[in-house]
């Protein structure tokens, strides 16, 4: 059985490559996408809003917001990184279930990069884990490449595991549910 498509939207990356949204959304690898996440760094809150109630209204699965409560309330769900969930409370474990409060029955991500975030995110009303970076990409600033090592610590998750960073939709990775493909969904 292969693995299920993760679609990443980086609105910098996507207008860098000169596509519209629509033209994002016809790409192959998201068109057979279970989840798209959007991530915008440089839009307005308007502006975000707008891109993600067009997503939505667009895409055949589930769309998850990047580290922002306010607009996840428009999507199916919110995925946080390790340094933006202490936004939210003073520790993750905090954070989490205060996050779980708030969204209800919506999706939870966490990203994760150990063993030890891993065993910390078992205990966590999580829907899934961001596990990573898998190997060194250009599109964000990697601190630890995970590479091989992904496998074993995947293997100690109870949620189902994305891989992240570097992935490319080849790649054959054992105990890892999803792909999360960011720049690789642009290539053939």
């Known amino acids: 059985m292969g693995h299920k498509i993760y679609a990443l ?10 596509y519209t949204l629509d033209q994002f959304l016809n790409l192959p690898k998201v068109t057979q996408a279970t989840f798209l996440q959007y991530r915008d760094k440089t839009n307005t809150y308007d502006q975000k809003l707008k891109n993600i109630l067009y997503l939505k209204e667009r895409f055949n699965g ?13 999507a199916d769900g919110l995925h946080v990184g390790q340094t933006d969930v202490l936004r939210y409370e003073t520790n993750v474990k905090k954070s989490i279930f205060w996050l779980r409060s708030k ?17 910390l995110a078992n205990i966590l009303p999580l829907d899934y884990v961001g596990l990573g970076a898998f190997r060194n990409t250009n599109t964000k600033e990697v601190e630890l490449v995970l590479g091989s090592d992904i496998c074993d610590i995947a293997l100690a998750s109870k949620h189902p595991v994305g891989a992240i960073g570097g992935v490319k939709s080849s790649d054959k990775i054992p105990h890892v549910t999803y792909l999360v493909l960011g720049s690789d969904l642009y290539e053939n």
């Open 9 to 18: 939207f980086d609105y910098d990356l996507n207008k860098q490559k000169g």
């Open 62 to 74: 589930k769309l998850i917001v990047n580290d922002d409560l306010q607009l996840a309330q428009y």
């Open 103 to 119: 969204l209800k029955e919506k999706i939870l991500g966490l990203s994760t990069h150990s063993i030890a975030e891993i065993k």
